[in-house]
């Protein structure tokens, strides 16, 4: 079986029976299994009743069907085999993706001695390739060459030693190269960030042990109700302060209690826009189990601010 694969073609031959379709991914899928389920075994048994021949029973199971897939996500990206004769240049350059210019001589010399025979190439033919699928041409394609050959993948062309210019030809390693190569997904996206990032442990907040029902909350406005996340926060607080829980709060502890035990919304900026607009209600000192976080204690001003909520007058 062999055949080839281009971006909206595919053909195929087995044995005797051609299969050849062109157009859209979604066309050429359908006409695809409309041959291998309809007209593929009707091809076989006229084939067997001409030749008086004997169907094998297992003759299905021996179609690769991977081979026959289409799916551009899933294949290499290049052929099934060096059958280039209804392949261009550019076609066949351009199925490698965006390749290194030491990759793209490459693939470029193995088309050029596969298709059209031309085993001897040399630096103007080098710039001709580049030229004809219209990349940019290097600089210096004598030291392209060069580092090729150091690698092992070009070699002196020995047919041509005194010739000038110097010419090279494929080695065994530069052809199996190209045969083996696999074209880069160019949606594949480097990540951003290179060797082991550190997971950052969410800090447990010292309230962490109490719940909603220690707080007998049923002897205060709801809190949800409240029309202000002012009011939210400072009843809050006052909660757990009058009902001996707790009197000094970091911001962190403040957006548990009032998401994690109260649940209700509460970020970072909101509650610092409340400590920032309301200095005097707070006393703040340096949290002794680390000197970077702070931690604030109601002052009376919060409290009262806190008792007019639950008497139904604060404004």
């Given at each position: 079986?062999?055949?080839?694969?281009?971006?909206?073609?595919?053909?195929?031959?087995?044995?005797?029976?051609?299969?050849?379709?062109?157009?859209?991914?979604?066309?050429?899928?359908?006409?695809?299994?409309?041959?291998?389920?309809?007209?593929?075994?009707?091809?076989?048994?006229?084939?067997v009743r001409t030749r008086g021949e004997e169907k094998e029973p297992q003759y299905f199971e021996t179609v690769d069907q991977s081979i026959l897939s289409l799916s551009n996500e899933n294949s290499s990206g290049i052929y099934f085999e060096n059958d280039l004769s209804q392949i261009s240049f550019v076609e066949y350059t351009k199925q490698f993706g965006n390749v290194s210019d030491q990759n793209f001589v490459l693939i470029s010399a193995y088309f050029q001695e596969?298709?059209?025979?031309?085993?001897?190439?040399?630096s103007a033919n080098v710039k001709q390739f580049f030229s004809s699928a219209r990349k940019r041409i290097p600089s210096n394609t004598s030291d392209l060459l060069q580092k090729l050959a150091k690698k092992g993948y070009i070699m002196d062309d020995p047919n041509s030693e005194k010739e000038s210019p110097k010419k090279y030809i494929l080695t065994n390693s530069g052809i199996q190269f190209v045969d083996n190569f696999q074209a880069k997904d160019q949606r594949t996206e480097k990540p951003i960030f290179s060797g082991t990032r550190k997971t950052?442990?969410?800090?447990?907040?010292?309230?962490?042990?109490?719940?909603?029902?220690?707080?007998?909350?049923?002897?205060?406005?709801?809190?949800?109700?409240?029309?202000?996340?002012?009011?939210?926060?400072?009843?809050s607080l006052f909660i757990v302060t009058n009902e001996g829980k707790g009197d000094t709060f970091s911001t962190a502890d403040i957006q548990f209690i009032m998401t994690d035990i109260l649940g209700l919304p509460a970020s970072k900026s909101q509650i610092s826009g409340v400590f920032r607009r309301n200095r005097n209600w707070f006393k703040t000192d340096s949290d002794p189990n680390n000197q970077k976080m702070l931690r604030r204690k109601l002052l009376q001003g919060a409290k009262d601010f806190a008792q007019t909520i639950i008497d139904g007058t604060a404004v």
């Open positions: 079986m062999k055949g080839y694969l281009m971006e909206n073609r595919v053909r195929f031959k087995i044995g005797e029976i051609e299969f050849e379709a062109e157009g859209t991914s979604e066309l050429i899928e359908r006409e695809r299994n409309i041959f291998l389920n309809s007209l593929l075994p009707a091809a076989v048994d006229a084939i596969k298709k059209n025979g031309e085993k001897s190439f040399s950052r442990e969410k800090a447990v907040s010292v309230y962490s042990e109490i719940c909603a029902d220690d707080l007998n909350l049923k002897n205060y406005p709801e809190i949800k109700k409240l029309d202000s996340f002012k009011k939210q926060m400072l009843l």
